[in-house]
C-alpha cells in the first residue's frame, strides 16, 4: 500500500499525482527498470475490491498478465483471460482456492478489502511505503481494524524521491 505520510491512500477526488514525489533523498535507493520487472515478476496473483479495479483500468492496466482475483458483488466482465471476478467469503478464496495454486498472493487494496483481509488473518506481511506528503483528508487505510497486532520488522527502504517502505511480518 502506498501512503500519505498521514495515512490516506487515496485522495477524495481519486487523482493519483500526490504518488509521484517530486522529493530527492540523496541517501535513497533509486530502482531500476530491471529491479521493478523482477519484483513484479515474483508476485503469482493480485487480489483487490472492484472499485480498485475500476481505478485501475482507468488508469492503464498495469497488472499485465498476472491472475488477478477481483472481489464483487455485482455481475462484471472482463475480455482478459487473467482477471477473474468472485464474490466469495474471503476465508474461503484464499485458503480453499488460492493458497493451493499461488506461493505469492499480493492483496492490492483498497482500504475495505484490505482491512477485510487484516481483520480476517488472511494477510501475512504488510508492506507499506509512506510518500513524502501530506494529504490532509482521502481514504484512510489504517482506521478501526478493531483488535491489536503485533507485527515483526523485516526490512525498511528509503528511495530517493523520498519514498520509505516499511516491511513487516504479522505476528499471529
Ligand atoms: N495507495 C495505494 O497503494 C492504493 C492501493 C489500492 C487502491 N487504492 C485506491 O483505493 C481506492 C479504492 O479503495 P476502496 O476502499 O474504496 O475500495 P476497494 O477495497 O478497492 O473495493 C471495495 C469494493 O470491493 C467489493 N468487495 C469488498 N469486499 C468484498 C467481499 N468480501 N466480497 C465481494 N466483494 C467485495 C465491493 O464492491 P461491489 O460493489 O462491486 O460488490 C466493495 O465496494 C481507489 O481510489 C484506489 O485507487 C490505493
Given at each position: 500500500m502506498v501512503s500519505s505520510?498521514?495515512?490516506?491512500?487515496?485522495?477524495k477526488d481519486g487523482?493519483?499525482?500526490?504518488?509521484?514525489?517530486?522529493d530527492y533523498y540523496s541517501k535513497g535507493k533509486s530502482l531500476t527498470a530491471e529491479e521493478m520487472e523482477q519484483f513484479n515478476a515474483s508476485i503469482d496473483c493480485y487480489v483487490m475490491g472492484s472499485r480498485t479495479y475500476q481505478h485501475a483500468l482507468e488508469l492503464?492496466?498495469?497488472?499485465?498478465e498476472t491472475p488477478v482475483v477481483v472481489l464483487t458483488h455485482r455481475k462484471l466482465s472482463s475480455d482478459r483471460k487473467n482477471i477473474k471476478f468472485s464474490a466469495k467469503d474471503p476465508t474461503a478464496l484464499v485458503n480453499d482456492e488460492l493458497k493451493s495454486k499461488f506461493k505469492n498472493i499480493w492483496m492490492v487494496g483498497g482500504s475495505k478489502l484490505a482491512k477485510e483481509f487484516l481483520r480476517l488473518d488472511l494477510a501475512d506481511d504488510i508492506v507499506i511505503a509512506f510518500m513524502p506528503?501530506?494529504?490532509?483528508d482521502g481514504l484512510l487505510?489504517?482506521?478501526?481494524?478493531g483488535k491489536e497486532q503485533r507485527l515483526h520488522l523485516k526490512d525498511v527502504t528509503a528511495y530517493s524521491d523520498g519514498m520509505v517502505e516499511l516491511w513487516y511480518e504479522i505476528k499471529n
Open positions: 505520510l498521514d495515512g490516506f491512500i487515496a485522495k487523482s493519483v499525482s500526490w504518488l509521484r514525489s517530486t492503464g492496466w498495469p497488472y499485465g506528503i501530506l494529504l490532509g487505510f489504517f482506521d478501526f481494524i
